[in-house]
T-cell receptor, first 113, second 113 residues
Framework: AQSVTQLDSHVSVSEGTPVLLRCNYS??????LFWYVQHPNKGLQLLLK??????LVKGINGFEAEFKKSETSFHLTKPSAHMSDAAEYFC???????????FGSGTKLNVKP | DTEVTQTPKHLVMGMTNKKSLKCEQH?????MYWYKQKAKKPPELMFV???????INESVPSRFSPECPNSSLLNLHLHALQPEDSALYLC????????????FGPGTRLTVL
């Protein structure tokens, strides 16, 4: 079975400080993992993905994530938050059923000036 | 080009109306998806088409009727909807292979009166 848990429903940071959004997954098979960002009333934009290559994955807009199999985690980080990063973030897992993607419940990131 | 387009952007309909949502991609993807997203929630999978055949139906009420006329187009026909069906409807596409990325359209904001 596949599932995703995003450990924080809301995260608030000050502009210029680091961002950490936490994601744990459960998968019976080697997973592919994704982070998407969604701004209000918009579609989902891919930030980055892990597909069994390098465990440290770099994405767009300065985001990166590290796949840790022993901890079943795929946390999203950014060294310095920007006001434009304020949005909803979803961690997603895809496994043996290529056509089924499992979404976490989302983390709303608030960036304070 | 990694674009998925959706029309219309907004739709308001009465409970007795019949309307259709449209989705198009030209990335050569052979899997296409409909998701429903309520406010402050992750997207919920409704339907998946793989090679133009319906492969997943997540027990969606029959008032939603999907159609995949060809490999680039996906429609969602709506009839006799309820106010609780008001939501953002997202279309996505991907290749049919493990680890491939889902690309999302901007969504159609549906309001049922």
């Amino acid at each position: 079975a596949q599932s995703v848990t995003q450990l924080d429903s809301h995260v608030s940071v000050s502009e210029g400080t680091p961002v950490l959004l936490r994601c744990n997954y459960s998968s019976s098979y080697s997973p592919s993992l994704f982070w998407y960002v969604q701004h209000p009333n918009k579609g989902l934009q891919l930030l980055l993905k892990y597909t069994s290559a390098a465990t440290l994955v770099k994405g767009i807009n300065g985001f990166e994530a590290e796949f840790k199999k022993s901890e079943t985690s795929f946390h999203l980080t950014k060294p310095s938050a920007h006001m434009s990063d304020a949005a909803e973030y979803f961690c997603v897992v895809n496994s043996y059923n290529f056509n089924k993607f499992y979404f976490g419940s989302g983390t709303k990131l608030n960036v304070k000036p | 080009d990694t674009e998925v387009t959706q029309t219309p952007k907004h739709l308001v309909m009465g409970m007795t109306n019949k309307k259709s949502l449209k989705c198009e991609q030209h990335m050569g993807h052979r899997a296409m998806y409909w998701y429903k997203q309520k406010a402050k929630k992750p997207p919920e999978l409704m339907f998946v088409y793989s090679y133009e055949k319906l492969s997943i139906n997540e027990s969606v009420p029959s008032r939603f009727s999907p159609e995949c006329p060809n490999s680039s187009l996906l429609n969602l026909h709506l009839h006799a909807l309820q106010p609780e069906d008001s939501a953002l409807y997202l279309c996505a596409s991907s290749q049919v292979r493990g680890g491939d990325t889902q690309y999302f359209g901007p969504g159609t904001r549906l309001t049922v009166l």
